[in-house]
């Protein structure tokens, strides 16, 4: 089996060398950008941007990448991949088009130096020597920029959906009320327990309602973190009532050692709601009788 033998540059002749790769890349700017964006058109890449989008970005990561490739440095272009991505992530583009886009650009600029020395083999070899280490550094830096940025939004609309799911309600001066409804897990009880305490000091809050009715089964280690934000909650000043308490949940708690004397509970929000109106010295006044005092 013939191996093909690479060969290993003196600096000076790979910094001449990618100088050389340089200029020819912006001596044919035009011409190679123009071949780029028709291939990311072909393989219907970026379909969720206009035609002009695609060549004005196309434009942006070409500059980029021959500067990356000039300068042997990465800081430029990471900085123009993270924004790159905050502009297409919001649009729909996906992982795997930004690395096909990326593959694309090398396959263009590789065929274009297999055309220009492809009568001088040693001196292709040497080329590529120097242009496909950086091409690949080039691509993996704007793949992993996307991929980080792509988290970061995720886990910022996840955050948001969880704060929507799990609002913490002011009904009344000084009440509060946090709904509960789904699946409980210990990142998002822990969640739960921030924006209720965050609740209470913002409001300044004396009573807490805390409807657990949609919530079907939670496990040892959420129940206990429940009890832990009961405890929380009276350190701010808050009295906590919790409602909705299903059998299966009233069991659990029992199990891990909770005195359900120590807490304060009502069958229905309703009822936990009225107590806590009582507590902070509300009357509740039929309508015939606040009619008739009128």
Known sequence: MQQTHRHTLPIDSALELRRELVAHLRENRTVLREEWVRRITEAQLLRAMTKEEIFAEATSVYDNYVEALETDTLEALQAYARSLSERIIPRGVETDEVVGIVLLLRDVLARSLFGKYQNNPSKL????????????????????????????????QQEAIRELSTPVLQVRERLLILPIIGVVDPHR????????????????????????????????????????????SRLLGADVIVTGLSPEIAQTLVNIGVDLGKMKTMGDLQGGIEVAEQSLGYKVVPTTQTEAMA
């Open 125 to 156: 070899n040497r080329v590529l020597d120097a242009y496909e280490p950086a091409a690949n550094r080039i691509a993996n830096t704007v793949a992993v920029g996307f991929v980080q940025e792509r988290e970061r939004v995720i886990s910022q």
């Open 189 to 232: 009880a822990r969640q739960l327990t921030e924006q209720l305490l965050r609740g209470i000091r913002t409001n300044r809050a004396r009573v807490v309602v805390i409807d657990i009715t949609g919530v079907a089964a939670m496990d040892a280690a959420v129940a206990n973190h429940l009890v832990q934000t009961v405890e929380a």
